[in-house]
């Protein structure tokens, strides 16, 4: 980064958050008489994983400053007024980023608990039911998913679910 002026700077910081953000990122040429292709690379791969830690992690003005490590002050000035200035941006494009993972995500959820008195093969049956509804958005394309089960499913659905839950606070 010192190898550009001050200056210019905070001008390379935010083309590269437009970048993360979804727009373009700044083109090598433009910065081949400054860097070369493998510095140019290496760039780019630390100032994304500086963007997205700072931002992803909520890191205070001096953990960013513990990040940038050596940079003198001038950029590091401008990495952190950079990173104030577009904080809820990166913040909003990393979590788009998450969210296309999966292309369906679960938009609404209704439940009903409903007793089974009878059925056509016995007359006595006393069987509670869970109707689970789910209203997921794929693709852009709202659509309704509809779910009866019974004790058994729906003691295997919330062991699922617990199983899931576990793994994401492990990693966070």
């Known amino acids: 980064m010192e190898r550009i002026s001050p200056t210019e700077c905070p001008k390379l910081l935010h083309r590269f958050v437009d970048g993360l953000c979804g727009r373009s990122y700044p083109k090598r040429v433009e910065y081949s008489e400054v860097w070369s292709l493998t510095e140019w690379g290496e760039l780019t ?82 069987t509670p039911l869970l109707n689970l509804s789910l209203d997921l958005k794929e693709n852009g394309i709202q659509r309704a998913v509809n779910v009866e089960m019974n004790k058994e499913e729906l003691h295997t659905l919330i062991s699922a679910l617990e199983a899931a839950n576990k793994v994401v606070l492990q990693l966070k």
């Open 45 to 126: 791969n630390a100032l994304t994983k500086l963007f997205r830690v700072a931002v992803g992690r909520a890191c205070s003005d001096r953990e960013i400053q513990e990040l940038v490590g050596d940079l003198d002050s001038a950029h590091a000035n401008g990495i952190l007024q950079c990173v104030h200035a577009r904080r809820e941006e990166v913040r909003q494009a990393l979590v788009d980023q998450t969210n296309e993972i999966s292309s369906t995500q679960l938009q609404d959820f209704n439940w009903q608990i409903k007793l089974a008195l009878s059925s056509d093969k016995l007359s006595s049956l006393n």
